[in-house]
């Protein structure tokens, strides 16, 4: 499956990118996802399998929690499937999902806060940097730094850092100007590092 | 470029997005500026650490379940049967399952909210008490409880609905409510939740309004909601995104280290990994602790009472610590509520009103503590700001009015004014007198005069200015001593006087040429959220020998419309068709009354107001929500402040509940909601009517006080010491209009009028400084001297006592100064009028206003005293009053005064150079 390996490598590692992927990654999308519209689900496993580590991150980064995330990222995918006879592919898959993944957190952050903090220990890390414990304490802290920014604060600040989206990206899915963006981006950027220069000097007093 | 115009563009340089000229200047800005360095590096290394989120594997197959949960639901709808639990995923997203799940059982969703709170709830027995701490499976629902149709106490028409949907309807049982019932506003109690099929079956006392479902939400938590601040949101007329601004202030304010500011984070002594996972685990066992004691049923009838009362109340009859910390306990509420749960009673108590409730103590022996935390109270701070600038816009738009007026004179105004309609001829008549310099210098400020004026400044314009005074524009000299048509002056033996009203020989001040034209202007803050434009014109002769002002105003009043007009009808309208609001109900003069009546059985002291016959009745917002409660049968919560309402306002006669509800509470200016059962109102200006409510707690003691004291005619009246503490509240408690009706109304409290008077309110506090003795000075014949005080005290007798005459104080003339007090009640004899000055007298010509006696004779003899050619008329019955007279010496009349009189029906002030 050569398209996959294309999709795969697109879709996971946004930054990295190159010309070339691109032109392969919707051709291969394309048949996937004809092949899922007509019932195909091994096609659909393949179309979304790609996705599933960096909708999580992405899910993580804005709600905070990992049992949040994969309800996210669960909720994502099954709103994309119910959805899928009417997709007529107009937008890539890629982007398609994301904004549902955002819609989705934007929602569950609206109507409630997640009950815990955080749990490491059910997720555990692959990283090749780093004991789990010092994952874990990244994580901990990254999240509550996150924590001070406004839920779409949060969505668009991922989308650009993590997921390399553009400005121009950004906008039309958030319904914003595009001004409105660098604004919030500036503001997002600006209110994580006075966090970390706090969090900075309180362990310097420690 | 500096670095705040460089800071924004670090940003926008990341995205590649800066135009190279802009890029250039960025370069050599950050060249030389190390912060800003610091700032792009910063900026640079969040980048990778976000990234760093991508380290985390993602729970194993999500597409793969997903896509199952897809088809089984495709499946169902092709009569293919249904697995509602995924195999082989304990967490199968439960969200989803929520949703998808929510419209098919909606109505048995209701069945349950409605179920958990209408089935009787039985005191935890001992077995609960054991099971209390155990694992989730005690806070659950026993399915046979819920579900079976004998059970369903709450309504027999729904129970059915089951069965006839049931064929198609998969069994309820296991499907995972976590998301969908908890924390929304209008779903009813949160947490209420589906039974757990793996959970051991459990007859016996229910704990009802719970998690469930393998997870459960611990008592903080459901108590206090996700945020205080954002428990606030519903209550404040403010925008989304504005909302989104005050949070983002807010957030910006408190470094917040968690969501939970309920329970504090543990301690953790190092940055190990295991550390911090261990004290989060040890913070999620504090978290979803559930104190099985605050299932104990309370009933509450509380009007108008301190929160602190309240806790009082319910710790006596539940045994359990609760209380009111300091940040809320003297806030008042209303609630009334037969046998709930307290546990549902302390939510009320803490959500609404933006409070939390802290926990500590141990298991069994927990202890709860309702206070407000920081970021909320800031929230609050950020919607009063937002509505004072709402009130002076609204000003802004009052004054822009008389922009089109603005080429008249003040007799042209007079002319137009004759024919205007009605609501013409109210601005032109401010025009024609003396509000025409004032209303014309408002449209000419300079934006520092306007900034001073927005700071609370009198600005004060002088033909010829003094120092700290501002030029009155020449143009405007001649129409401002025009405006007041009143103004007439005589010439007798060179020296200018004021002429008596019908004196042939008066000239208007524009004949005279000694007279200068003055005008004042100040913003008053007449209570939070409301900005009047007060000014006054006038003219003066000489350095001081002679100063009239008079003005007309308030020239434009401007209240922050959100506060005017709360709108619940458009606000609730998704709950318009609420089953339980739909009946019809009457709140009117009989229903009021019987909440009258039923005001001694409340535990707080009875609030309704007195009315004569010829007055219509007042209400409180707590008289009517009284009358709501017992007309619907819906318990009711609600913030209280001081404010009356004539009951002719507060009334709804057979209206729909949903309509009568917005009725009442936009005619109260209170905003409702309805959370589960409970009808929620609230303040629509609570941020500012808190500021401005007096403590009950000080309220019952003067009161208390002013009982048992008895004047020396025998009538109650208030001790002068009450007074002074009155006068020493916050100038917002005492500029209130409505807290002082209510202190009369409510609590009997005539003198607070007297103690409340801005221009007299100093003299009181000035009071407040001295020690009792020499009060007791003050108050006697004899007075308490100047050289009795402190240097402090001096200082201010210094300034008060001069605060009405332009002269300046001479040491001399403070060696003989004194301060003389006199607090009388009504019912004896006092002097009126003063005589000419006499240089040989021992007091001033004022001193005369501080005889009283209780007998006319006994008044008119100590008046001879003083100055033997009183006349019997002078002598007249006394009412009560507050006078302070200040005596200094003087180099032509030996001894002068200022005398500060306050009385019920306003204040007066004589003395030399005291203006007319």
């Known amino acids: ?206 | 470029m500096n670095c705040r115009q460089v800071e924004p563009l670090l940003s926008a340089l990341l995205e590649g997005s800066v135009a190279e000229r802009e890029a250039r200047l960025v370069a050599r800005h950050l060249e030389g500026c190390a912060a800003c360095r610091r700032r792009r590096d910063e900026f640079a290394a969040l980048g990778s650490r976000l990234r760093g989120l991508a380290d985390l594997a993602p729970p194993a197959h999500l597409a793969r379940r997903a896509i199952e949960r897809w088809s089984t639901e495709t499946g169902a709808s092709t009569g293919a049967p249904r697995c509602w639990r995924f195999p082989g995923s304990v967490r199968l997203a439960s969200l989803g399952a929520a949703m998808s799940a929510a419209a098919a059982l909606a109505a048995l969703g209701l069945v349950l909210v409605r179920h958990a709170h209408q089935a009787p709830i039985r005191s935890p027995g001992p077995e609960m008490a054991q099971q209390q701490p155990g694992g989730p499976g005690s806070t659950v629902l026993d399915p046979g409880s819920v579900l079976s149709p004998k059970h369903a106490t709450g309504d027999p028409n729904r129970a059915p609905r089951r069965s006839v949907n049931g064929p198609t309807l998969p069994p309820p049982a296991p499907v995972p409510f976590r998301a969908a019932f908890r924390g929304s506003a209008t779903g009813g109690p949160d947490g209420v939740v589906g039974p757990e099929p793996e959970n051991r079956p459990r007859r016996g006392p229910a704990l009802p309004l719970q998690a469930g479902a393998g997870e459960r939400i611990g008592d903080l938590d459901w108590l206090n909601g996700p945020d205080p601040v954002k428990n606030q949101q519903p209550w404040a007329p403010v925008s989304k995104d504005e909302w989104d601004r005050i949070e983002e202030q807010v957030r910006q304010h408190v470094h917040v280290r968690d969501d939970f500011v309920q329970i504090p984070f543990p301690r953790i002594a190092g940055n190990s990994g295991r550390a911090i996972v261990a004290a989060v685990e040890q913070y999620k066992q504090e978290a979803a602790i559930i104190d099985a004691r605050l299932f104990q049923e309370v009933t509450l009838s509380f009007k108008g009472a301190a929160l602190s009362d309240v806790c009082e109340h319910m710790r006596s009859n539940t045994g359990i610590q609760l209380s009111a910390g300091p940040s809320v306990a003297d806030e008042k509420v209303t609630i009334f509520c037969e046998k709930l749960p307290l546990r549902e009673v302390m939510r009320q108590l803490s959500r609404p009103f933006g409070y939390t409730w802290l926990r500590s103590g141990t298991q069994g022996q927990y202890r709860y503590e309702l206070i407000q935390d920081l970021r909320s109270q800031l929230a609050e701070q950020e919607l009063r700001d937002r509505d004072r600038n709402a009130a002076m816009l609204a000003l802004e738009r009052e004054m822009d009015r008389y922009r089109r007026y603005r080429s008249l004179s003040p007799d042209e105004a007079a002319a137009r004014a004759k024919t205007a309609p009605p609501g013409e001829k109210e601005l032109l008549e401010k025009l024609a007198g003396e509000g025409w310099g004032p209303i014309h210098l408002y449209f000419r400020l300079a934006p520092q005069e306007q900034a001073a004026l927005r700071d609370g400044q009198e600005l004060k314009f002088d033909q010829e200015p003094k120092p700290n005074e501002l030029p009155l524009p020449a143009d405007m000299v001649r129409p401002v001593l025009e405006s007041g048509h009143r103004w007439r002056l005589t010439r007798r033996d060179g020296t200018l006087r004021r002429a008596a009203p019908g004196d042939v020989d008066g000239m208007p001040p524009t004949a005279v040429s000694e007279a200068r034209a003055l005008v004042t202007l100040s913003l008053h803050q007449s209570e939070l959220g409301r900005f009047a434009l007060e000014g006054a014109s006038g003219f003066r002769i000489g350095d001081g020998e002679m100063v009239s002002l008079t003005g007309n105003g308030p020239y434009g009043v401007g209240i922050s419309p959100s506060v005017r007009e709360p709108d619940n009808a458009a606000v609730n309208a998704a709950l318009a068709r609420d089953p339980a609001l739909r009946g019809r109900v009457n709140v009117g003069e009989a229903e009021l009354s019987a909440a009258d009546s039923r005001a001694a059985v409340t535990v707080s002291r009875p609030l309704s107001a007195t009315g004569s016959p010829s007055t219509p009745k007042k209400v409180t917002s707590a008289d009517v929500l009284e009358a709501v409660h017992r007309a619907s049968g819906m318990p009711v919560v609600s913030d209280f402040y001081t404010r009356l309402y004539p009951s002719t306002v507060a009334q709804v006669k057979g209206e729909r509940l949903f309509d009568g509800l917005n009725h009442l509470a936009d005619a109260m200016r209170l905003r409702w909601h309805k959370d589960g059962a409970w009808l929620q109102f609230r303040s629509a200006s609570f941020y500012d009517d808190r500021l401005k409510e007096v403590p009950n707690r000080l309220l019952t003691r003067w009161a208390a006080s002013r009982r048992q004291s008895t004047g020396a005619a025998g009538t109650p009246g208030l001790p002068l010491d009450d007074l002074i503490e009155i006068a020493q509240l916050s100038d917002q408690q005492l500029d209130a209009d409505s807290m002082a009706e209510g202190a009369k109304e409510l609590w009997g409290l005539e003198e607070w009028e007297l103690a409340r008077r801005a221009d007299q309110r100093r003299h009181l506090r000035f009071l407040a400084q001295c020690t009792p003795a020499q009060r007791q000075m003050a108050v006697s014949p004899e007075g308490l001297p100047f050289t009795r005080m402190s240097l402090a005290q001096q200082q201010q007798f210094t300034i008060l006592a001069f605060a009405y005459d332009p002269t300046e104080p001479r040491l001399e003339d403070l060696a003989v100064a004194s301060l003389r007090v006199r607090y009388s009640p009504p019912g004896g004899y006092e002097c009126r009028g003063a005589t000419e000055p006499q240089a040989s007298r021992q007091l001033p010509a004022e001193a005369l206003s501080m005889v009283w006696a209780p007998t006319r004779e006994a008044a008119l003899q100590a008046a001879r005293r003083l100055d033997p050619q009183v006349a019997p008329e002078q002598i007249v019955p006394s009412e009560r009053a507050l006078t302070f007279l200040y005596t200094r010496g003087d180099s032509q009349s030996g001894l002068h005064g200022v005398a500060v009189r306050a009385t019920m029906g306003g204040l007066s002030i004589s003395g030399r150079g005291v203006g007319g």
């Open chain 1, 1 to 206: 499956m050569v398209g996959m390996l294309g999709v795969r490598k697109w879709g996971w590692d946004a930054r990295a990118r190159g010309a070339g992927e691109i032109a392969e990654g919707p051709v291969a999308e394309a048949q996937l996802l004809r092949a899922g519209q007509a019932g195909d689900r091994s096609a659909l496993e393949q179309l979304l399998v790609p996705y599933e580590r960096p909708l999580y991150a992405l899910c993580r980064g804005i709600l905070g929690h990992a049992d949040d995330a994969e309800d996210a990222v669960q909720e994502t995918f099954l709103r994309a499937l119910r959805a899928l006879p009417a997709f007529r592919g107009d937008a890539a898959v890629r982007s398609w999902l994301y904004r549902i993944a955002v819609n989705v957190c934007l929602d569950r952050k609206r109507s409630h806060q997640p009950t815990e903090l955080w749990d490491e220990e059910r997720s555990p890390a692959i990283s090749p940097t780093g004991s789990p414990e010092s994952i874990a304490l990244r994580h901990l802290r990254l999240t509550e730094a996150l924590g001070c920014l406004l839920p779409r604060q949060r969505v668009i600040l991922l989308l650009k850092e993590l997921e390399g989206w553009s400005v121009g990206e950004i906008a039309v899915a958030m319904r914003w100007n595009e001004k409105k963006v660098y604004n919030e981006l500036y503001r997002a950027r600006r209110a994580l590092a006075d966090w970390q220069r706090r969090d900075a000097a309180e362990g310097e007093e420690r």
